[in-house]
Structures are given as structure tokens and as C-alpha cells.
């Protein structure tokens, strides 16, 4: 009759952890988070992540709004956000220094601590018997292969490419390109979103034509396709900073290799504890991310929520280490 009893509270009591690991979780907030909805790949990425183990992890209904940047940011420090997955710091200094002093948003955590931004071209073009740029090495060296990247609508320059008119990062490369001299020499083409800039690269790459560009990693344009850095001086804050001040800007540098940050409204911060311990967790790397974001191009018809599952469900080991054993067993039921 004991062992009978005993065996009966044991399973009971496995009943009740099973059903309480399984139960519907009650989230802390009673609206739905908002989260940044920032326009561009790998920002896409985490939020899909995110907003997948907030839903299904801690029972949290979220809106993501769209747009870029600054206005996010602006609206985050009205509290009209909570979260931001990717604060580039140092494309935002000062805007963010301001919020951050009188108290509207914090920093949670490095998603990830190894952003590059550069100017590629591809392999194939600097590198093989057939090169047909084998000494290009520094951006000083463009003028003398501007034919190779001729611009078809100003046939006497070449083509740079811009990442997309409004960004932080496209002031910047034009500034550089006007501090290198080289706004005499090439256009500075801006596309009209990221998608047409990803598009205009792969297209070159496929057909093994000459291409220069920026771009930044996490991506799946670094993730996929063999490019080499174009060299600059190395990164001086104090020329740096003087340059994205100055309208006129005479000496710049290199990227600098970014810590990119999780953020978060202050409001949010001290409603949504446990949220906040799960963000100030989140850390993922450029390799990592880019990778996964190869998956958004190579698998047919994938969105950028097919990629958040497939990290999910195939990067464990990882995501695991941000939640408390209960939320991921959650997560993984819905998964």
C-alpha cells in the first residue's frame, strides 16, 4: 500500500511540473510589446527570434513597427517602442548619447560584438590569373580602375554603391568619398531600398562582372559570396568623429569593427523584468547571423520568420542559454 501511494504522488507530482512547463505563461506587460521593425536583413532576423520566444516562451502578444533608424529611435525615447534588436552605437552617438543621459532608453546587452561595415569587391576580380583588377588592394586605388566599373549613365566614372539614400551609413560614404577625392571619379549611386543593393550584388556575382560596394555583416551578402576589404587607414576615432561633423570633410577612416547592441525604453525595462534578463542574454555573431541569413536566399520562398525557425530549431544550444529551462521548454513545444 506505500509503494502504491508513494507511486501515485510521484506521478502526480511529474503531472503537475509536465503541465506546468506546458501551461499558457501570463506576460508581464498587458499590451503587446513593440518592438523596432529597422529595415534591413539581420535586424529582421532577431526580431523574428525574439518575437517568436516572447509569444511563445512568455505569452507576450508584440507589433513590430517599421522604419529606419533615427525616427525608431526618436520614438522609442517617447516610449512609443520598447525594444530596438540593433543599436549601432557608433552610427548613432549622438542621438543616442541624448536619450540615453536623460534617462529614456538603456543599453541591455552586445547582441553581437563583431559588426563590420566596408567596401568590397569581389574576389574574383583582385585575385587568379584572370584578375582583372590584381592591384587594387586601397580605396586610393579606385581611380586608376574606374573604367572597369564604369557607370553606364556617366560612361567617363565609375559606380560606386551606396547603401540606401537616408541611412546613417550613407551620409558616411559619401563623406568618404568626397575626403578620398574620389567623387570626382565615381558616381555615388544610391538604390532605393537594401533589397535593390543586395540584388544589384548578387546580380554582379552571378555573372562575374566588376563591382564596388559597401556593406555591413551580419548579412547574407557577407555570409554568401567572396569579397575582399578594400583597405583604408586604419580607424581613428578623433578623424572620425571630425569627419561626420564636417561638410567639408578632408581625412577619414576605416570602419571601425562595431559592438552592435540590444535596447530598450526604460519604461519597459522596469515593467518587463523578466523580459529584460532575456534580452540582456541575447548575444549572437556575425558569422553566426550572416550564415543564417544564407538560408534566406538559398531556400526557395523563405522569409525571414523561416529563418528565426530554423536557427530555433537547429541552434539550441544557443538560444537555450538566454531563457530559464521553463520558457525554452515552451519554445521548443512550439517549435
Known amino acids: ?46 526580431v523574428e527570434v525574439a518575437q517568436f520566444i516572447f509569444e511563445n516562451g512568455y505569452g507576450c502578444k ?12 526618436a520614438g522609442m525615447a517617447r516610449g512609443d517602442l520598447d525594444v530596438i534588436m540593433e543599436v549601432w552605437k557608433n552610427n548613432l552617438t549622438e542621438a543616442w ?6 534617462g529614456q532608453v538603456t543599453i541591455l546587452g552586445i547582441n553581437f560584438p563583431d559588426a563590420v561595415q566596408a567596401w568590397f569587391v569581389p574576389r574574383y576580380l583582385v585575385e587568379g590569373e584572370n584578375a582583372s583588377a590584381k592591384g587594387l588592394t586601397h580605396v ?53 531600398s537594401s533589397a535593390a543593393l543586395s540584388a544589384a550584388i548578387a546580380s554582379a556575382y552571378a555573372r562575374k562582372k566588376p563591382i564596388v560596394y559597401y ?15 578594400l583597405k583604408e ?33 526604460t519604461d519597459f525595462i522596469k515593467k518587463a523584468p523578466k523580459l529584460t534578463v532575456f534580452l540582456r542574454k541575447y548575444q549572437t555573431s556575425n558569422a553566426l547571423v550572416s550564415n543564417a541569413l544564407v538560408y534566406l536566399k538559398d531556400k526557395k520562398g523563405a522569409r525571414p520568420k ?15 542559454k538566454w531563457v ?3 520558457i525554452a521548454a515552451r519554445v521548443n513545444a512550439a517549435l
Open 306 to 320: 523561416d529563418v528565426a525557425l530554423h536557427f530555433l530549431r537547429t541552434q539550441k544550444d544557443i538560444w537555450q
Open 140 to 192: 586610393r586605388d579606385l581611380p586608376k580602375y574606374k573604367a572597369l566599373f564604369r557607370d553606364p549613365e556617366e560612361p567617363d566614372k565609375g559606380r560606386f554603391y551606396n547603401c540606401k539614400l537616408g541611412w546613417v551609413c550613407e551620409t558616411v560614404n559619401t563623406k568618404k568619398l568626397q575626403a578620398y577625392g574620389l567623387d570626382d571619379h565615381f558616381t555615388n549611386f544610391r538604390t532605393g
Open 97 to 102: 548619447r541624448k536619450a540615453e543621459k536623460a
Open 62 to 73: 508584440s507589433d513590430v513597427i517599421p522604419g529606419s533608424s533615427i525616427p525608431l529611435l
Open 324 to 326: 530559464p529551462e521553463m
Open 233 to 265: 587607414p586604419a580607424y581613428d576615432e578623433k578623424i572620425w568623429a571630425a569627419m561626420k561633423t564636417s561638410e567639408n570633410p578632408q581625412e577619414t577612416t576605416a570602419y571601425p569593427l562595431t559592438k552592435v547592441f540590444t535596447g530598450a525604453n
Open 215 to 229: 556593406y555591413w555583416g551580419p548579412s547574407w551578402i557577407v555570409g554568401k559570396f567572396d569579397a575582399v576589404t
Open 1 to 46: 500500500m506505500i509503494r502504491i501511494l508513494t507511486l501515485a504522488i510521484t506521478v502526480l507530482c511529474l503531472g503537475l511540473t509536465a503541465s506546468a512547463g506546458h501551461a499558457k505563461p501570463q506576460c508581464e506587460l498587458d499590451r503587446p510589446i513593440r518592438i523596432a521593425g529597422l529595415d534591413w536583413e539581420s535586424s529582421r532576423f532577431h
